[in-house]
């Protein structure tokens, strides 16, 4: 091992994920629903990552938001070439990705101030003293109203799992092989042990789930979560102490489910955390009511509270999208405290006029007299109930679509072209959102067939797949003669032109 690394796993590199929760328009909307005013984002702003990974969340909201300046680190250096690679190819012209540690990027002179910093993925799985390095950044690089994304490994949610990852990892020490197989060897070991009935598998009996999942995941991605040398599952409370030296507080959450407490906490909960004065004590209770295993936390430095009007007039002002074809939308969910089925008074206008393409809240509450009777706060509710599905996404001003047109073209065109050969990239730019849309590499292959003007978008994808060994999967069966392939690819060309092309159309991906 490296001695760059601080004990981080370096040998194998970390996945390919889009996180939506770090989109400018997403992080402005959770500050919005809780009355704090946000950073402003239609104009130029400042935007930073620490601990890129891949960094294709990075370069999305770079492309997305052409007026930002982006900054990011990762120390390693397999990931800022793999990252500035990706900028490059799609043509990213405000992204400043570097392979510096955190401690290096802190004593940098030549960097901006920042609206927004945000950290995925990193808090939990560092040591303290580098905990205390991000402190000291974030003390000095925060702009003066600006917000901070932090996502944490959390307790009382991972009690159960904390001796597991000991398990693996004092069974993983010492061992030359490299990260992939000393997951597979620890995987196995506790495994074997789980079979055997230890004690502790039947004490937990949440565990063994658990592993059985771990078995099927991707090798990458368990080095990193369970394999550093650091791991540390954080108290909320820990959290507000450490960062309180930077003059940060808790703002909101940027889990949206649990911006709801209608549907995330039962009445009783609720009552129980209203008796509770204490910010900080009121969010570790709700952890333990929920049983929280991961934190995505919104502080800033300095918060100016809205009043009700001018919070109101911020949200009907708000423009939001649809991200889903309204068919696929069920009108039953499972929430947190059971499940419910939605409203059809309320939810069918509301997703009839997102139908048609994307609105402000104000102009959808103004097109339908239901909805023009519901107070606010009840509107808000169901755009939280939708975004926190994946069915509604806040957006940016339209007044910028324009520019933002330009530059997610381009990238959109880099993710495309590499759909030919490899299924890494699983996200396209919208400028209408500011930020990406999960789309997997089939439909990449449909987008690509219909900007080259082929005629069959189903035998174009098939003859890329086909020519690279390339199976589909059905109902967990992999196909394997060309004509079932090929049906399977006809059938989801339909379900992709009758369902997710106008969406895509009216996100301004296709
Ligand atoms: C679990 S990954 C998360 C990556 C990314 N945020 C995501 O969610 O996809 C943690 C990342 O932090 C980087 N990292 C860890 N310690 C670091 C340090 N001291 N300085 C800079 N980067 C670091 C690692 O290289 C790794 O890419």
Redesign the pocket.
């Known amino acids: 091992m490296s001695d760059w690394t ?1 004990g ?1 796993v370096s040998d194998i590199d ?1 996945t390919h ?1 889009f ?1 939506r929760e770090l989109a400018p328009a997403h992080l402005r909307f959770c500050l919005l629903s809780k009355g704090i005013r946000p950073p402003e984002i239609d104009g130029d702003f400042t935007y930073c990552e620490l ?4 960094g294709v ?1 990075l370069n999305v909201m770079a492309a997305a938001n052409p007026r930002a300046q982006v900054w990011g ?4 250096p397999n ?1 800022a070439a793999g990252a500035r690679q990706l900028s490059h190819d799609g043509g990213v012209a405000n992204s400043h990705f570097c392979d510096d ?2 401690e290096e990027f802190l004593a940098r002179d030549d960097l901006p101030q920042f609206d927004m910093i945000v950290l ?3 808090y939990s ?2 040591s303290a003293e ?1 905990r205390a390095v991000i402190a000291a950044f974030l003390r000095r690089r925060l702009k003066v109203g600006g917000a901070v994304y932090i996502s944490y490994n959390t307790l009382p949610g991972w009690a159960p799992v904390m001796p597991l990852r000991e398990l693996m990892i004092q069974h993983a020490a010492g061992g030359r092989d490299g990260a992939a197989q000393r997951v597979d060897r620890a995987l196995a070991f506790a495994k074997s042990l789980a079979d055997d009935n230890a004690a502790y598998f039947g004490a937990n009996p949440g565990v063994a789930p658990r592993l059985e999942k771990m078995v099927s995941m991707s090798r990458n991605y368990l080095a ?1 979560e369970y394999f550093n040398r650091d791991w540390t599952p954080l108290y909320h409370a820990d959290v507000v102490r450490e960062l309180s030296d930077a003059k940060l507080t808790f703002a909101a959450t940027a889990n949206v489910i649990d911006l709801i407490d209608a549907v995330a906490l039962t009445a009783k909960a609720q009552e129980r955390l209203a008796e509770v004065s204490d910010p900080v004590f009121r969010e570790t209770l709700r952890d333990f009511i929920v049983n929280q295993q991961f934190r995505r936390d919104l502080f800033t430095r300095g918060a100016v509270r809205m009043n009700a009007y001018e919070q109101a007039e911020r949200l009907r002002a708000l423009r939001i999208a649809l991200v889903v074809p309204r068919k696929t939308i069920p009108n039953q969910v499972a929430f947190p405290i059971g499940t419910s089925d939605l409203k059809a008074e309320v939810y069918a206008p509301l997703f009839d006029r997102l139908e048609k393409g994307p609105a402000t809240i104000g102009e959808i509450a103004a097109g339908d007299p239901a909805l023009a009777a519901l107070p606010l706060a009840a509107m808000l509710q169901a755009v939280l109930v939708g975004v926190s599905q994946g069915w509604i996404a806040p957006c940016l001003d339209a007044s910028g679509d324009g520019a933002r047109r330009t530059s997610a073209r381009r990238f959109n065109g880099a993710v495309l072209n590499r759909a030919r050969t490899s299924a890494d990239l699983t996200v396209l730019v919208s400028p209408v959102l500011g930020s990406g849309v999960p789309v997997d590499r089939i439909t990449q292959l449909f987008l690509l067939a219909r900007q080259e003007k082929q005629g069959d978008i189903a035998a174009f994808a098939w003859q890329i797949l086909a020519s690279q060994g390339q199976r589909l999967i059905r109902e967990g069966a992999t196909l394997e003669s060309p004509e079932d392939n090929l049906a399977e690819l006809r059938a989801r060309a339909q379900t992709f032109t009758d369902g997710f092309l106008p969406v895509y159309e009216k996100l301004g991906l296709a």
Do not use: A, C, L, V
């Open positions: 601080y981080y970390y994920g996180y601990g890129f990974g891949q969340t680190t990762d120390f390693n990931h540690s955190f995925h993925g990193i799985w560092i580098n990193h």
